[in-house]
């Protein structure tokens, strides 16, 4: 089993939905979760932490569940800049300084 | 602000010929990590450094060297290219906690490196 592992996607949706992302770590020790937004060819860049309380950023909230050991992005009123790759990235426990990348979700949003 | 800093950008190479990616960062961040990108793989990583002195493996170390001389530069170099090592590199950088870096990675714009 990956240690972080995302659906692939693309999901495709129009502008003005909501959309989802999970993504699922194998650590049960892992302490902190992220998401990540690349850009086709850029490099990528933080777009939120994952808190336990979980985090809202404007139209962006992201949730983490110890229980079943995943996080999840959330994305309402999605803009056409929304499209992207998005990124899972978890550190794997403790006195670890590894930070594991999922392979990523495409998100595409049309008009 | 030039942040972190990646040479080259692009490369070609025979298979059996050495090279070394540079990466330098700006920002006095303790923790430096280098990643390779491929289609359907996701980023993963390389090697990593969380102080001038040491170093790690990552995930797929096998073929890389790294050194961590000062805090500014963590050069990563292939000692015998192959193909399989075609890829995106990208070099990034974080402050560091005691247990680890704090999430923020600050990466370089990235190499793009084929291996004929």
């Known amino acids: 089993r990956k240690e972080v592992e995302q659906d692939p996607g693309p999901f495709n949706v129009p502008e003005g939905a909501t959309v989802a992302f999970n993504c699922t770590y194998s650590n049960s020790a892992s302490q902190s979760f992220f998401w990540y937004r690349q850009d086709c060819r850029k490099e990528p860049k933080l777009l939120m932490s994952v808190y336990s309380s979980g985090n809202e950023d404007g139209r962006f909230t992201a949730q983490l569940n110890r229980a079943s050991q995943y996080i999840s992005l959330l994305i309402r009123d999605s803009k056409l800049s929304d499209s992207a790759t998005y990124l899972c990235v978890v550190n794997m426990g403790w006195g670890t300084d590894k930070l594991i990348f999922g392979t990523g979700t495409r998100l595409q949003v049309f008009p | 602000n030039a942040g972190v800093t990646q040479t080259p950008k692009f490369q070609v190479l025979k298979t059996g010929q050495s090279m070394t990616l540079q990466c330098a960062q700006d920002m006095n961040h303790e923790y430096m990590s280098w990643y390779r990108q491929d289609p359907g793989m996701g980023l993963r990583l390389i090697h990593y450094?969380?102080?001038?002195?040491?170093?790690d493996q990552g995930e797929v170390p096998n073929g890389y060297n790294v050194s961590r001389s000062t805090t500014e530069d963590f050069p990563l170099r292939l000692l015998s290219a192959a193909p399989s090592q075609t890829s995106v590199y990208f070099c990034a950088s974080s402050s560091s906690y005691r247990t680890g870096p704090s999430g923020e990675l600050f990466f370089g714009e990235g190499s793009r490196l084929t291996v004929l």
């Open positions: 450094s969380v102080g001038a002195g040491i170093t």
